[in-house]
């Protein structure tokens, strides 16, 4: 049974930084993608990052580009979102997801991801 526990979340003000865990268990996960997602109050969930766990390439949204760093390290089976630069418009629930794509490709949209964390709440105040 896969687990994604995040963790990490909290209330900074703007320009602030924060730096978001998530603990993956249940499996191995070479092969997979993890990504983060964020869902803000009254808006749909969003792509923001994303890690090949085997090879470790990255991806992004452009909002977060130059701000957000995401990293994982398989020997702890953790991945990481360093967020720097922190804005308001930040604020949402922060989600942890994986999923096995075939090939290079991947799906950003949140419907084709299978595996999913309870979510932790991070605030930025302006």
């Known amino acids: 049974q896969v687990q994604l526990v995040e963790s990490g979340g909290g209330l900074v003000q703007a320009g602030g930084s924060l730096r978001l865990f998530c603990a993956a268990s249940?499996?191995?996960?070479?092969?997979?993608?993890m990504g983060w997602f964020r869902q803000a109050p009254g808006k749909e969930r969003e792509f923001v990052a994303g890690?090949?766990?085997?090879?470790?390439?990255?991806y992004y949204a452009d909002s977060v580009k130059g701000r957000f760093t995401i990293s994982r390290d398989n020997n702890k089976n953790t991945m990481y979102l360093q967020m720097n630069s922190l804005k308001p418009e930040d604020t949402a629930v922060y989600y942890c997801?994986?999923?096995?794509?075939?090939?290079?490709?991947?799906?950003?949209?949140?419907?084709?991801?299978?595996?999913w964390g309870q979510g932790t709440q991070v605030t930025v105040s302006s």
């Open positions: 997801a994986a999923h096995r794509f075939g090939g290079s490709w991947y799906n950003p949209t949140p419907a084709a991801w299978d595996y």
């Open positions: 249940g499996r191995t996960f070479n092969g997979y993608m």
């Open positions: 890690i090949r766990w085997s090879g470790g390439n990255t």
